[in-house]
C-alpha cells in the first residue's frame, strides 16, 4: 500500500490540478493560488481541507435533491427511506458519537475513517451510474445527478487521500 | 198649599240620594264571566270577574239553568276551583245540555247580574299540561338518543277510566328559536335520535283528549347531549432545530382529542438500531415539544422520529420525520453589535461595525464555523439591501450618505448546509456630517474660479473675434499652383510669368518651337489603346499639361518638328508593347502627352526601342525644370530604372536592382544607381557600343537624390554606327548649344547624359537601341507602391518572361504624375 501510495501521490499531483480546475468548474469556489500549469505548486493544507469541505457539501446536495425527486416521482409515500436508512452498509463504521468524542479522536483514525466511507461507496456508485444510465425512463436530472455524484465523490477521496499523505 | 208640597217632593228625593251618595255606598257593579272551562269533559268550572265594589261588601252568587228549563239553579260549589269560581262536579255536569250561566253580585244596597254565558260543555274541553317529564341521555354505538318520560295531568277526582290523551313533544336547541314538534301518540314515554352531540336542548310536552284543544305546554326541561367520543387524529411534527450543533429539539402540532383527554408521547430511534426510545425532555423548550440535551445527542447518525397522541378511545402515531442533526443547525442571531467611527490615512471617515457570534455556538474550537450576512436600509427607505460578510466578525462601511440615519440588522447560518437565524435586534447608525463643510468649500472655490475663467474667455474673444474666427475658420485658400507665382498673375509681367513656366520669351520663338520639340512624345502602341487615355486625360495630367505646355496634349506627333512617320512606325511597333502600354497607360489615368511618344528613334532600328521613347521622357520631362521638378525628379528616378531595365536586357542580373528598388522611391534612386554602376560596368566590356564612352562618375554620389541637373537630358542625333554620334544638347541653363551636326534622316533620339567630361565630351548612358535586343519593357508602376507591385511582377517575368515586359509599361508610363506619387492604398 505505501508504494502504491507514493506512485499515487505523484499521480494526485496532477490529479490535484486536474481536479481543482473541475472544481472551480463545478462552481465550488476555491481560490486559485498556483496558477495552472504550475507542477511544483503546493497547496496549503487548509486550503485542501476547505476544497474537501465544499465538496462534501456539495455532494450532500446533489445526493438530497436526488432521492427528492426520486420520492415524489416514484416512491409516492411508500416509505423507502426507512429501508435505505436502516440498511446503510457504512453504518458498521464507528464514527464518533457527539463533540468530545470527536475533540478526542485522533486526527488519524478520523481521516481513515474518511477515506473508509469515501472508498465503501467507490463501488456502489459506480454501479449506481452505470444503472441509471440504462433506465430510459428516468429523466435527465436524475441521471446527471447520479453520475456526477459518482464523479464527485472519485474527486472527493483523491483529495482526503492527498490530504492524509501530507498530514 | 198643595202646589208647595208638590213641588217639595222632588226636592226630599234629592236631598235623600244626595245623602246617599255622600257616603259612596251605592250597590255593586256588574260581574263578568271569565271563562269555563271542563278538564275532562265531566266537570267543569266556571270563573268571573267582580265588577265595581261599591263600597261594601258584595256576595256573589252563581245561577244557571239548563237548556229551556225554567229552573234556575244556584253553583253547587264555590271553593273547589278558588275564589270567584264555581265548580260543576260530575252529578251536575251533563255534557249534552247547553248551561246558561249568570253571576248576581249583592250587597246590602243593592245587587247586580253578569250577562248569562251559554256553555256547552263539550266545546270547553281542554285537559291540563301533563307533568313529571324527564330526560336522559343514552350513548350506544356511537350513538347518542334522548328519552323523555311524563305523567298526564292529575284530576280532580279520580275517574275510573282512566282518559287517554294524546300528546306531542317539543325541543329545541338551547341557542336557538325554532321548536322542533313530535307528535308522540298516546304513550308517556319518547325517544329522540337525531341529536347533536355536546349540544344542549330544551323539551316540553302537551296533551289533549279526543276533542277539545291542546293543553298548555308543559315546563320546560333541558339536557345537555354529550359529545362524541372519539380516537385522536394523526399529530404532525413541525420542525426540528439544533442550536449550536450539540442539543437538538423537536416541536409537534397536537392532535384534536373530541373533547377528551389526549396525550402525546415522542418516540425515536436511530439509524441501524432498532430499539424505540423515548423523548427524555418534554418540558425544557416548552409545550408539544421534546428536547434533547447533549447525552442524547447523537452525530453522523439519522434520528427517526414519530409522535403518538392517546385518549380513551384509541391512539394514532405521525409520520416520520427523519432528522440528522449536522443539517438542522440554525444558531442564534449574533451578539454584541457595537459601531465605530474611525478615520482612514486620507482623513475619510468611515464606520466599522463588529460583532460577536451567538454565545452558545462553538466558533472558537471549530465545531461550528459561522457565516454572516448583515442588512441595511435608509431609516425612510423601503428596500433593504443585502450583505453577505463571510465568516468575519466585522464589516467597514464607507458608502454611507452623512446626515441619514440607517438601520442595520445581522444574521449567520452554519457554513454547510444549516438554516440562517433570525434577524438581530434593529440597530440605528448615525452618520455625522463633518465633512459637509469641506465640500461646500470645494464647490465654492471650483465655482469663483471657473467664472473668472469665463469672463477671461469672453474678454478675449471679444478683443480678438476676429483673429479666432479666423484661427478657427481659416479662410479657404485659393489654387496654388506650383511655379506660378499669384502676384506675378496679378502684377501682370508676362514675361515672368512665362519664364516660369518655362516658355522662354513670349510669343513663342523658335527656341519655343524647340521645346516643344523636346516634348515630342513617342507613342509606341497601337492607336486604339492610346486613344482611351487621350480621351480621359487625368486631372493630374491636366495640371501638369497646363504647367508645361498647354500645346503639349496631343502634341507629340502634331509638332512639327517630329516626323510624322516615324510616329506612325512607333504607333506600329510589334503587339507585344501593346497590353502592358495600355496598362501603364490606365494607370496613370491616360497622360496621353507622355505616354506616346514620337519615335525619336530612327526608322534604322528594326525594333523600335522603348528607350527611345524613354528617352524621348525623359528629356521631355527633364525640361521643364522648375514646376516639374519634383516630377522630373521622379521621372529621373523612373528614368534611372528605365534605364535599368533597358539596360537590363542584356544582363539578367542587373534585374536585382528593380527587385530591390521597392521600398521607395529614393531606394529606387540608389538602387537604379547602383544598377547603373553596373550597368555602365557592363557596358565596359561591350565594345560594340556606340562609341560615346561611357564612363560611371557617379559612382562617388550616391545620394539618394539625384540632381536633376546633373541628369538632364541631351538630344542626341543618333548616327550610324561607323559615325560618331553628335549630340544636341539641350541643357536647360544652356541655350543655344552649339551643334555639333545633324544627320540627316536619323530621329533625334534622347539619351541620357552621365557626365560631360573635358568640357567636349557627353558621356552618355548607352543606348540599347543599337544591340538590336527585343524590346523589353516592365510594368512601371506609378507609386512607390505601385514599383513594389510591378516589382513583384516583375520579378515573376524576370523569370520568366524577358525583360520586354517590364519596358513596356515603362515607356507608357514615362511621366510620373504628381497624383501618381502619393501611395495609393489598396
Known amino acids: ?167 | 198649599m198643595k202646589q208647595r208640597f208638590i213641588s217639595s217632593v222632588p226636592i226630599i228625593l234629592q236631598l235623600a240620594l244626595t245623602t246617599v251618595g255622600l257616603t259612596g255606598q251605592s250597590y255593586p257593579g256588574k260581574p263578568q264571566i271569565i271563562r269555563c272551562r271542563s278538564l275532562e269533559k265531566e266537570t267543569f268550572s266556571c270563573w268571573w270577574k267582580p265588577g265595581s265594589d261599591g263600597g261594601l261588601p258584595n256576595n256573589y252568587t252563581l245561577f244557571y239553568s239548563k237548556d229551556s228549563e225554567e229552573k234556575i239553579y244556584e253553583c253547587p260549589d264555590y271553593l273547589t276551583s278558588g275564589p270567584n269560581s264555581c265548580y260543576f262536579d260530575k252529578n251536575h255536569t251533563n255534557p249534552w245540555t247547553t248551561y246558561i250561566i249568570t253571576v248576581m253580585a249583592t250587597n246590602e244596597i243593592g245587587s247586580n247580574s253578569s250577562d248569562p254565558q251559554h256553555v256547552d260543555v263539550t266545546s270547553i274541553v281542554q285537559p291540563d299540561a301533563p307533568v313529571n317529564l324527564s330526560l336522559e341521555t343514552n350513548t350506544s354505538a356511537n350513538l347518542s338518543y334522548l328519552c323523555a318520560k311524563w305523567s298526564p295531568p292529575p284530576l280532580a277526582e279520580a275517574s275510573s277510566n282512566s282518559h287517554v290523551y294524546h300528546y306531542e313533544l317539543r325541543l329545541k336547541p338551547e341557542e336557538k328559536e325554532e321548536w322542533e314538534t313530535v307528535s308522540v301518540g298516546m304513550q308517556t314515554h319518547y325517544e329522540v335520535s337525531s341529536l347533536k352531540a355536546g349540544v344542549k336542548y330544551i323539551v316540553q310536552v302537551r296533551c289533549m283528549l279526543d276533542l277539545g284543544e291542546w293543553s298548555e305546554w308543559s315546563s320546560e326541561r333541558s339536557i345537555q347531549i354529550p359529545k362524541e367520543r372519539l380516537p385522536p387524529e394523526k399529530p404532525i411534527i413541525i420542525k426540528c432545530r439544533s442550536p449550536e450543533k450539540e442539543t437538538f429539539t423537536c416541536w409537534w402540532k397536537p392532535a384534536s382529542a373530541g373533547g377528551l383527554l389526549t396525550k402525546h408521547t415522542l418516540l425515536y430511534s436511530k439509524e441501524g438500531e432498532e430499539k424505540v426510545y423515548e423523548c427524555p425532555d418534554y418540558k425544557t423548550a416548552g409545550p408539544n415539544s421534546c428536547y434533547f440535551d447533549k447525552k442524547h445527542t447523537s452525530f453522523w447518525t439519522i434520528y427517526n422520529i414519530t409522535v403518538r397522541a392517546t385518549n380513551e378511545m384509541g391512539s394514532n402515531v405521525s409520520d416520520p420525520h427523519y432528522v440528522d442533526v449536522t443539517y438542522i443547525v440554525q444558531p442564534d442571531p449574533p451578539v454584541n453589535i457595537t459601531l465605530e467611527l474611525k478615520k482612514s490615512i486620507k482623513r475619510k471617515s468611515y464606520l466599522v461595525l463588529t460583532w460577536s457570534p451567538p454565545p452558545q455556538a462553538d466558533v472558537r474550537s471549530g465545531w461550528l464555523t459561522l457565516e454572516y450576512e448583515l442588512r441595511l436600509k435608509p431609516e425612510e427607505g423601503e428596500e433593504w439591501e443585502t450583505i453577505f460578510v463571510g465568516q468575519q466578525t466585522q464589516y467597514k462601511m464607507f458608502s454611507l450618505h452623512p446626515g441619514k440615519r440607517y438601520i442595520v440588522q445581522i444574521h449567520c447560518k452554519p457554513d454547510h448546509h444549516g438554516l440562517w437565524s433570525e434577524w438581530s435586534p434593529e440597530m440605528y447608525i448615525e452618520i455625522p456630517t463633518d465633512f459637509r463643510v469641506k465640500d461646500m468649500v470645494v464647490w465654492i472655490i471650483v465655482g469663483v474660479l471657473s467664472s473668472l475663467i469665463c469672463l477671461i474667455m469672453s474678454w478675449i474673444m471679444i478683443m480678438k473675434g476676429y483673429r479666432m474666427m479666423a484661427f478657427i475658420l481659416p479662410p479657404v485658400p485659393g489654387p496654388k499652383i506650383k511655379g506660378i507665382d499669384k502676384h506675378l498673375l496679378e502684377t501682370g509681367k508676362s514675361e515672368e510669368l512665362l519664364s516660369a513656366l518655362g516658355c522662354h520669351g513670349f510669343p513663342p520663338t523658335s527656341d519655343c518651337e524647340e521645346l516643344l520639340i523636346e516634348y515630342l512624345e513617342v507613342e509606341d502602341s497601337e492607336d486604339q489603346q492610346l486613344m482611351p487615355s487621350h480621351d480621359t486625360p487625368s486631372k493630374n495630367a491636366k495640371i501638369i499639361l497646363k504647367e508645361i505646355d498647354s500645346d503639349s496634349g496631343r502634341g507629340s506627333c502634331d509638332s512639327p518638328s517630329l516626323l510624322p512617320v516615324k510616329c506612325r512606325e512607333s504607333r506600329s511597333l510589334p503587339s507585344t508593347l501593346q497590353t502592358q502600354d495600355v496598362r501603364a497607360k490606365e494607370k496613370k489615368g491616360g497622360k496621353g502627352s507622355w505616354d506616346t511618344q514620337c519615335a525619336a528613334s530612327t526608322s534604322e532600328q528594326k525594333t523600335l526601342p522603348c528607350e527611345s521613347k524613354k528617352s524621348c521622357t525623359w528629356l521631355a520631362a527633364q525640361l521643364p525644370s522648375n514646376q516639374a521638378a519634383m516630377f522630373a525628379y521622379h521621372s529621373t528616378v523612373e528614368a534611372f530604372k528605365i534605364t535599368l531595365n533597358t539596360t537590363n536586357v542584356n544582363t539578367s542580373p542587373v534585374f536585382v536592382g528593380n527587385e530591390e528598388s521597392r521600398q521607395s522611391l529614393y531606394p529606387i534612386a540608389e538602387t537604379v544607381y547602383d544598377d547603373l554602376e553596373k550597368i555602365n560596368e557592363m557596358e565596359y566590356s561591350k565594345t560594340d557600343q556606340t562609341t560615346v564612352q561611357v564612363r560611371q562618375n557617379e559612382h562617388g554620389n550616391k545620394s539618394p537624390f539625384l540632381n536633376p541637373k546633373l541628369m538632364d537630358y541631351v538630344e542626341v542625333h543618333k548616327v550610324r554606327q561607323d559615325e560618331e554620334p553628335t549630340l544636341l544638347l539641350k541643357h536647360k541653363e544652356n541655350n543655344g548649344k552649339t551643334k555639333k551636326g545633324t544627320v540627316p534622316g536619323t530621329s533625334k533620339e534622347y539619351t541620357k547624359v552621365s557626365t560631360v567630361v573635358d568640357h567636349h565630351i557627353l558621356v552618355l548612358l548607352p543606348d540599347q537601341r543599337s544591340q538590336n535586343t527585343p524590346v523589353s519593357q516592365e510594368p512601371v508602376p506609378e507609386t512607390s507602391q505601385n514599383p513594389q507591385e510591378s516589382q513583384a511582377e516583375k520579378n515573376t517575368s524576370y523569370s520568366t518572361t524577358t525583360p520586354s515586359d517590364s519596358r513596356r509599361d515603362n515607356s507608357g508610363s514615362d511621366y510620373m504624375d504628381p497624383s501618381s506619387f502619393m501611395p495609393s492604398f489598396k
Open chain 1, 1 to 167: 500500500m505505501n508504494t502504491r501510495g507514493a506512485s499515487l501521490k505523484g499521480l494526485l499531483l496532477a490529479a490535484l490540478l486536474v481536479s481543482h480546475m473541475l472544481l472551480t468548474k463545478e462552481g465550488v469556489t476555491s481560490m486559485p493560488i498556483c496558477p495552472n500549469g504550475s507542477v511544483n505548486c503546493q497547496l496549503s493544507l487548509e486550503e485542501l481541507f476547505d476544497r474537501a469541505v465544499k465538496l462534501s457539501h456539495y455532494i450532500h446536495y446533489l445526493s438530497s435533491e436526488m432521492f427528492n425527486e426520486f420520492d415524489e416521482r416514484y416512491a409516492q409515500g411508500r416509505g423507502f427511506i426507512a429501508k435505505a436508512v436502516n440498511s446503510c452498509h457504512t453504518a458498521s463504521l464507528t464514527t464518533p458519537e457527539d463533540k468530545e468524542q470527536a475533540q478526542q479522536i485522533h486526527h488519524e483514525d478520523l481521516l481513515n475513517l474518511i477515506l473508509g466511507v469515501l472508498r465503501s461507496w467507490n463501488d456502489p456508485l459506480i454501479h449506481l451510474a452505470s444503472e441509471v444510465q440504462r433506465i430510459k425512463e428516468a429523466p435527465e436530472t436524475i441521471l446527471w445527478k447520479a453520475v456526477e455524484i459518482e464523479e464527485q465523490n472519485k474527486r472527493l477521496l483523491e483529495g482526503m487521500e492527498k490530504i492524509v499523505g501530507r498530514v
